[in-house]
């Protein structure tokens, strides 16, 4: 999950699993596979650099548990 900002200014968590697809006008809309549309502050290259270090952290994450030893 990563945060964004509402054109309000209002910084929300996004599950970034739900978005079907992103357009590029004045501002940055999202479209969700509920349906919603949420407009955001950050650009699409923004976005996807949150994702990708997002996505990274947490491949890191599980690849370090699963090297940890069994403690049994």
């Not at 968590?13 to 502050?41: F, K």
């Amino acid at each position: 999950m990563i945060w964004v900002t509402r054109l309000d200014g209002e910084r929300v968590l996004l599950n970034d699993d739900q978005v079907l697809y992103v357009e590029a006008t004045h501002d940055t809309l999202l479209v969700m596979a509920s349906g919603e549309r949420l407009r955001i502050l950050e650009s699409p290259e923004e976005l996807v650099e949150r994702v990708a270090a997002w996505r990274q952290r947490i491949m890191g994450l599980s690849l370090v548990h699963e090297f940890e030893p069994d403690p049994e």
